[in-house]
């Protein structure tokens, strides 16, 4: 079942001058349960398209279809319930809310959500020891390693029970010992969960993983390939 | 407010002095307004110890109504204060150590009285006054009203009548029944009028006071803008990645508004707290003038300090204009969680 169709989509940028087509003219799906890491060289259009894939960049044309839903024509307010609802995200750092326990941070997102206190209390916990910092649930993020925030991150974009999550370079920060535990949870989490994951990523460790890996170049996909893992 | 003849206020002389008349009395007795008033003979002489000789200003007054107006009293530090048929002296005390005296001591006084009439005679001192400020410690010496009048040769003679109303605020009112009252030779000026110097210097110390002011605000409204548009760019990123997983930018943007408004409450209480015990101690511990304003204030019965109110008002008012400064200033983040864009954010 294709979870995520994309139709053409493109990204223009009118800077001084001259126009960068960042995204040009992508058609794509993506299925549930997939592992697939998007990789280029830098400037590629990578973020652009993930951007656009989740809701937060706005295409100059094309079409993003998530569970049949066109999520490009909906209202700002319903993008964001959108968004709230069935996408996870892991970003390259600093994304958890610094003033916020570990705990919080995955609370936080159901609350948004709406959902009871028990429920939120039970997942959080279940989470946290899932992403293997269960006894860190009170800490700050700031008394937390990079590679400790990015298992924190990625609980909490668990937490919504999203259709698929996207991370943006979620290794770049990282060291390589941090990089294979966080790769090795997430494709626990991939299987346990059966939750769609899409990497942005230059990281040959993560493309090592993949099962499978899209190639972008000038805002167009070079190639896309399925590997068998395990 | 004063009462004496128009040419006195034309050529201050012993000549051009007056007799209190029950018709007066009447008028003043008459006014509502008025709560104190005593009479002055006010003149000049010379004044001699031993060897020492230095010009001063004479005051007859009634010791006991002279009190009630200018509380004349609390500044006598050695000696007594008068009583009514003394026949003794009050100098200020630059003057007194000029004329190296001291409690218990004579002076002579010695100039013209009444109509040319040569005046002279030999007080003891009783007490010696300390002001606080020192162009009226230099000058003055005080006696009792009758042996004044002896003194200048000008019986039942005044120069004038210092009226007290309790309330500045009804001053015009009073003003305007007075004058209405008081007819020549006789006429009445308020300290307004006496002083005119002295009204300007409270005026331009108001508006001194409403340009501070209007500084002051200025700088505290940068100050808290500083403060804002830094806690809103320091938290780009934060505010982007809550958008980003789901939180709607009209929530946020209440969230940042409270926020606002609890760094404007808590500047705003902090503030009085520091504030208030710097006013409390300077309330208790007014701050002394000097100068002719002080002088003028002596006259007055004023007491010449700067006074800090520690009226409960000002300070509401003060905190209240802050929190305003505050929320007007909190636009700022409201506007911001509507336009902040995502992708800038969360690269930032
Ligand atoms: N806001 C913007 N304004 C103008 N040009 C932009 C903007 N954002 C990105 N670009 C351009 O679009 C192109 C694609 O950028 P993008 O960030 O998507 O690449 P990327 O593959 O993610 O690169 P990297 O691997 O370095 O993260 C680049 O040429 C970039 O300069
Ligand atoms: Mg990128």
Known sequence: ?230 | MQIFTEDYHENKTINNTFIYTDSLKQIIDNEPTITQYTSRLEYFSLASSENLTKGSVIIGIDPEGENKVTELKKWVSEGNYLNKDDDGLLVAIDLANYLNVGVGDSIVLYGQGFHGVMAAGIYPVRGILKFPSPELNKQFIYMPLKSCQRLFSADNRLTSIVLMIEDNYQLSRAMRHMKGKIKSPFMVRSWEELQPELVQMIDGDKAGGLFMKTLLYIIITFGILGTILMMVSERKRELGVMIAIGMQRFTLSKILLAETFFIGLIGAVSGLIVSFPLVYYYHLNPYPLTGDAAKTMIDMGIEPFMYFSIQPDIFYVQAFVVLIITMAIAIYPVIKSFTLKLTTALRG
Do not use: C
């Open chain 1, 1 to 230: 079942m294709n979870v995520i169709e994309i139709k053409n989509l493109t990204k223009i940028y009118n800077s001084s001058e001259v126009q960068v087509k960042a995204v040009n003219g992508i058609s794509i799906d993506f299925k549930e349960g997939e592992f697939t890491a998007v990789v280029g060289p830098s400037g590629s259009g990578k973020t652009t398209f993930l951007n656009m894939l989740g809701g937060l960049d706005r295409p100059t044309s094309g079409d993003v279809i998530i569970g049949g839903v066109n999520i490009w024509q909906l209202s700002s307010r319903k993008l964001i319930d959108f968004r709230k609802n069935n996408i996870g995200f892991v970003f390259q750092s600093y994304n958890l809310i610094p003033v916020l326990t570990a705990g919080e941070n995955v609370e936080f997102i159901m609350q948004l959500q709406g959902k009871p206190r028990k429920e939120r209390d039970i997942r959080t916990k279940e989470l946290l020891e899932a992403v293997g910092i269960g006894e860190r649930i009170k800490a700050r993020p700031s008394k937390l390693s990079g590679g400790q925030q990015q298992r924190v991150a990625v609980a909490r974009a668990l937490a919504s029970k999203p259709e698929f999550i996207l991370a943006d370079e979620p290794t770049a920060n990282l060291d390589s010992t941090s990089t294979t535990s966080l790769l090795e949870l997430m494709s626990q989490m991939n299987k346990k969960y059966n939750t769609t994951f899409i990497f942005a990523t230059h990281d040959q460790r993560v493309m090592d993983k993949a099962r499978r890996i899209v190639t972008i170049e000038d805002g167009k996909i070079l190639s896309d390939e399925y590997f068998d893992r395990d």
